[in-house]
């Protein structure tokens, strides 16, 4: 007799989250079919604002491993397809490697999801590359989007945030603190010691001497003397914008 022992894997990504079908929704959903169906559902592993295009995620990591620790798990519940993943090769791949262990899945919103007749699993699979299709589509929309706003110098469109800057109200803004140390950083590397520029590693050693808010060395000192964002430029996919308030002076 097939053990009545699951567990639940949920995964919201920023689109997941702003459409409202998020982690407390699906696990809700999931609580309700384990008791309506009569399983026990040991526990359920979330992935908070990760792509479903990504098969290493850390929820379904521990998932996995859960799995070969626990002997008595037999299948993994999810609210839909598309949590489990948003590409079409992933989604086969993670479907097959848990059949490989035994292991079913049991989908809310898609009955008989594994069932090997023909017409099912091309329904699974046309349902896989819808979503693929779905998820290109938003990154394309999410990219226009952040192209439109550096062409018209509206600043922030995403991405990393140079150290010394934050971003408030879509806009980039000084960290008074932090500035301080990048302008110090660009002042030692005009310097010079017998006849040479003092070298990032030097600099990185007088920074934490100096006591400044984090650890630096010889690479951070580099990619902040030599970022072009403290004079001005910025790009995003491509375009390159200047907008003179990014300047130390």
């Avoid at 990504?54 to 521990?62: E, I, K, M, S």
């Avoid at 999810?78 to 262990?101: C, G, M, T, V």
């Avoid at 999410?142 to 922030?156: C, D, F, I, N, P």
Wanted: hydrophobic share 35%; net charge positive.
């Amino acid at each position: 007799m097939m053990s009545r022992t699951i567990v639940g894997y949920t995964r919201v990504s920023t689109e997941g989250q702003v459409s409202g079908f998020g982690l407390s929704v699906q696990k809700d959903m999931l609580e309700k079919y384990a008791q309506e169906h009569q399983y026990t559902l040991l526990k359920v592993f979330e992935d908070k604002g990760t792509s479903g295009a990504l098969r290493d995620r850390p929820a379904l990591l521990q998932l996995m491993n859960c799995i070969e620790e626990t002997s008595e798990v037999s299948a993994i519940l999810i609210p839909r397809l598309d949590r489990l993943a948003r590409d079409l090769l992933i989604q086969e791949q993670l479907i097959s490697d848990f059949q490989k262990k035994g292991i079913a899945i049991l989908s809310i919103d898609e009955p008989d999801l594994c069932s090997k007749d023909p017409t099912r699993k091309l329904f699974r699979q046309m349902k896989g590359a819808i979503s693929e299709y779905e998820k290109d589509m938003i990154a394309i929309r999410l990219t226009a989007g952040r192209l439109k706003k550096v062409e018209s110098g509206k600043g922030y469109a995403g991405g990393n945030v140079p150290y010394g800057f934050r971003v408030s109200k879509g806009k980039y803004e000084k960290v008074p603190q932090e500035i301080e140390v990048v302008r110090r950083i660009f002042h030692l590397r005009r310097q010079s010691r017998f006849g040479k520029r003092i070298s990032y590693a030097k600099i990185a050693e007088i920074l934490n001497k100096e006591g400044v808010p984090r650890k630096f060395n010889a690479m951070t000192v580099h990619y902040i003397a030599n970022n072009e964002f403290y004079k001005g430029w910025y790009s995003y996919g491509g375009v390159r914008k200047y907008d003179p308030t990014h300047k130390l002076n």
